[in-house]
């Protein structure tokens, strides 16, 4: 994971991808709330009430007000390979989580520490080479009864590619098919690893996400969730 680039971009990421994501007729709030909304809702499809959690990745905190929204009774701890990226998320949101550094190959938690993790779109910003070490990593730190939960764009998606490549911060961004996401998290232990896809349809044509609810094995969403278990 690449330190300097993120640390780079820490400062005006927010206007960064506000203004790269601009044709989807969203800002970043959105994208931010309906992963933790997504998960906060599988949470109690499977009777999970999440207590420690981990944001993998978490930038500048984007997903900490929706994670305490949505999930007000679990904690939150936030890490990240960039300083600067912790400072700013520290700075919006001092008493809503605890920020942690690592770096980029071994998480600095117990194993079995956090229930839930999840990374946002991170993935893609790590060599490919280094996914499955990270993955076990993730393992370790959910433990066997532990969920972790990625988010990541599309390749499929040619509006997805467009907006990647033409991103400032993603310059040497590398996406991932779902199918290799999975195929990872399983060569990592982890196990009842889904698929779902997501946001088919942008802000002008919002009237019919409701029908995204039925679409999530359809490969053509902008990103996908992979949900997977300890074992």
């Known amino acids: 994971m690449d ?8 400062d005006e990421y927010l206007s960064l991808h506000a203004k790269n994501i601009a044709a989807s007729g969203e800002g970043p709030a959105f994208f931010a709330e309906y992963k933790i ?49 912790l400072e700013v998320a520290q700075s919006r949101f001092a008493n809503l989580a605890r920020f942690v550094h690592f770096d980029g190959r071994t998480l600095p938690f117990e194993p079995g520490e956090f229930d839930l993790a999840y990374a946002m779109c991170v993935f893609h910003h790590i060599d490919h080479a280094e996914h499955v070490d990270l993955l076990r990593e993730l393992r370790r730190v959910v433990g066997r009864s532990g969920t972790l939960v990625i988010f990541e764009h599309n390749p499929y998606n040619p509006l997805t590619v467009k907006a990647v490549n033409t991103c400032e911060f993603d310059v040497n961004a590398k996406l991932i098919p779902a199918p290799d996401m999975k195929r990872r998290c399983r060569e990592a232990g982890f196990a009842d690893v889904e698929v779902r896809y997501r946001i088919f349809f942008p802000h002008a044509l919002a009237a019919l996400r409701p029908f995204e609810k039925a679409m999530t094995r359809i490969p053509l969403g902008a990103q996908y969730a992979v949900y997977a278990k300890g074992a």
């Not at 330190?3 to 820490?10: G, I, L, T």
């Open 3 to 10: 330190k300097a680039e993120f640390d780079q971009f820490a």
């Open 37 to 85: 909304r997504d998960i906060a809702q599988e949470m109690a499809r499977r009777h999970v009430a999440p207590r420690r959690m981990l944001d993998f990745g978490s930038g500048v905190g984007a997903s900490i007000p929706w994670a305490r929204h949505y999930l007000p009774d679990a904690s939150l701890t936030c890490a990240d390979v960039s300083e600067r990226s």
